[in-house]
C-alpha cells in the first residue's frame, strides 16, 4: 500500500468517525423517555402509599421506604440520561469484562461469610463485600448477559444458525448462571436469565428447528416442575406449587400469602378502594412494597386502574421493540431487545405471580417494587436503550 492510499484511509477512517459521532448526538425517543418516566414517578407513589404501615411498624417512620427508593430513583435517572448520551458502541469493549465480573459476584454469593441471606435464600451481596448496602448479583448478571450476547451474537451473523458457534457456546453459558442461581436458590432469576438469553439468541438468527426443539424442552420442563414431585427433590419449596394449585388451602400458614393476594385484588373491585386506603397493607399482605406490590395497586386503584398502568408497561415494551427493528445496527438492536424482555417478561412473571396465575417465583415488579439497587441498574438499561434511539436514522429522517 502506498503513502498516499495510507492517508486516503485514514481520512475515510476520521470521516466515519465524524459520522458516527455526529449521529450519536441525536434526540432521545420521547415517548419512551416519557413512558419510563410516568412508571418511575407513580412507582414512588404507590411505594409510599404500599409501604407506610410497616415502614411506621419497624422503623418509626412512614417515609423510610419512599425516601430511601426516592434518592436511587433520582441517581438512576441521572445514570439513565448519562448513559443516553453515551455512544452505546463503547459497551463492546467492556462485554466480556461484563459477562465474567457477573459470574465472579454470583459465585461471590456462595462464599461462606460473603452472601447475605434472608428468607432461607442467599442472593445478596454487600456493596463493598463487608460493609455497605445489600444488592442481588442477579440484577448485575442480567445486565452482563445482555452486553455479552449483543456485543458476540452481532459478529457472528450467519453462524448463530450453526450448533457449534450459535447454540453451544451460549447454552453453556446460560448453564453456568442457572447453576449458580440454581444453588442460591433464585429460581426467579433464573428463570429471566435464561429467558433473556434465549430471546436474544432467537433473535440473532437461530435456526428455527433449534427454537422448536427448544420449545419443547421448556414444555417439558415446566411440566415437570408443575405436575412432578421435581421441584421438592432439587429443594424448591413444594408448597408453593400445591399455592399455586389451591391458594386457599393452608391460608392461615402456608398459603397465607397468596390468600391475602387475592382478597386484595378482590376487595379492589372495578374503581378500587382509593388510593392510600388499602386495609391489606396493614400487617396483613407480607411484602406489600416488595413483590406483592401490584396486589396493592389493585386494592387501592381497582382494575381500570391497574389495567391502565399495564397498559403503560405495554406501550414501554412495544416501544421498545420499535427502537429494537429501527436500530442503526445488530449490536444495538440486540442491546434493546436484551432489556425491553427483561422488562417485559419481570412484569409478566411478578403479574401472574401476584394473581394466581403461576406459582410464587419471587420476583419484583420494575419501577414499582422496593430495591434500590434494581431500579438503579433498570434505569441504567433505560439510558442503554436511549443511546440506541439517537442514532436511529429513521428518527432522524422524521
Not at 402456608?254 to 385484588?265: D, E, R
Amino acid at each position: 500500500m502506498t503513502q498516499e492510499e495510507r492517508r486516503q484511509r485514514q481520512r475515510e477512517k476520521r470521516h466515519k468517525v465524524r459520522e458516527l459521532q455526529e449521529i450519536a448526538k441525536g434526540p432521545v425517543d420521547l415517548p419512551f423517555l416519557v413512558l419510563v418516566l410516568m412508571l418511575t414517578v407513580i412507582g414512588l407513589i404507590m411505594l409510599f402509599s404500599a409501604s407506610f404501615p410497616s415502614a411506621m411498624n419497624e422503623y418509626g417512620d412512614p417515609t423510610y421506604y419512599v425516601r430511601r427508593q426516592g434518592a436511587f430513583a433520582a441517581a438512576g435517572i441521572a445514570a439513565m440520561l448519562a448513559m443516553g448520551k453515551f455512544n452505546y458502541q463503547r459497551l463492546r469493549g467492556i462485554s466480556t469484562i461484563a459477562l465474567i465480573g457477573s459470574m465472579v459476584l454470583l459465585a461471590c454469593v456462595l462464599v461462606p461469610g460473603l452472601g447475605f441471606s434472608e428468607g432461607g435464600a442467599t442472593r445478596w451481596l454487600r456493596l463493598f463485600l463487608v460493609a455497605g448496602p445489600t444488592y442481588q448479583p442477579s440484577e448485575v448478571a442480567k445486565l452482563g448477559i445482555i452486553i455479552y450476547f449483543a456485543a458476540t451474537i452481532s459478529q457472528r451473523k450467519d453462524r448463530m444458525r450453526t450448533f457449534r458457534y450459535g447454540i453451544l457456546p451460549y447454552a453453556c453459558i446460560l448453564a453456568v448462571y442457572a447453576v449458580l442461581m440454581l444453588m442460591e436458590p433464585h429460581m426467579s432469576g433464573c428463570i429471566l436469565l435464561l429467558g433473556i438469553g434465549a430471546v436474544m439468541m432467537v433473535v440473532g438468527g437461530m435456526q428455527w428447528g433449534w427454537i422448536a426443539a427448544g420449545g419443547a424442552l421448556a414444555g417439558g420442563g415446566l411440566y415437570m416442575m408443575l405436575f412432578t414431585d421435581l421441584m421438592e427433590k432439587i429443594g424448591y419449596n413444594s408448597s408453593r406449587i400445591q399455592t399455586w394449585r389451591d391458594p386457599w388451602w393452608d391460608a392461615g400458614d402456608k398459603s397465607y400469602q397468596m390468600a391475602q393476594s387475592l382478597i386484595a385484588i378482590g376487595s379492589g373491585g372495578l374503581l378500587g378502594v382509593g388510593l392510600g386506603k388499602s386495609r391489606q397493607k396493614f400487617m396483613f399482605l407480607p411484602e406489600e412494597h416488595n413483590d406483592f406490590i401490584f396486589a396493592i395497586v389493585c386494592e387501592e386503584l381497582g382494575y381500570i386502574g391497574a389495567g391502565l398502568i399495564l397498559v403503560l408497561f405495554a406501550l414501554l415494551i412495544l416501544r421498545g421493540y420499535w427502537i429494537a427493528i429501527h436500530a442503526r445496527d445488530r449490536f444495538g438492536a440486540l442491546l434493546v431487545v436484551g432489556v425491553i424482555t427483561q422488562i417485559g417478561l419481570q412484569t409478566f412473571l411478578n403479574v401472574a405471580v401476584v394473581t394466581g396465575l403461576i406459582p410464587a417465583t419471587g420476583i419484583s415488579l420494575p419501577f414499582f417494587s422496593y430495591g434500590g439497587t434494581a431500579l438503579l441498574i433498570q434505569l441504567f438499561e433505560v439510558g442503554i436503550v436511549l443511546s440506541v434511539s439517537r442514532q436511529m436514522p429513521a428518527m432522524k429522517a422524521g
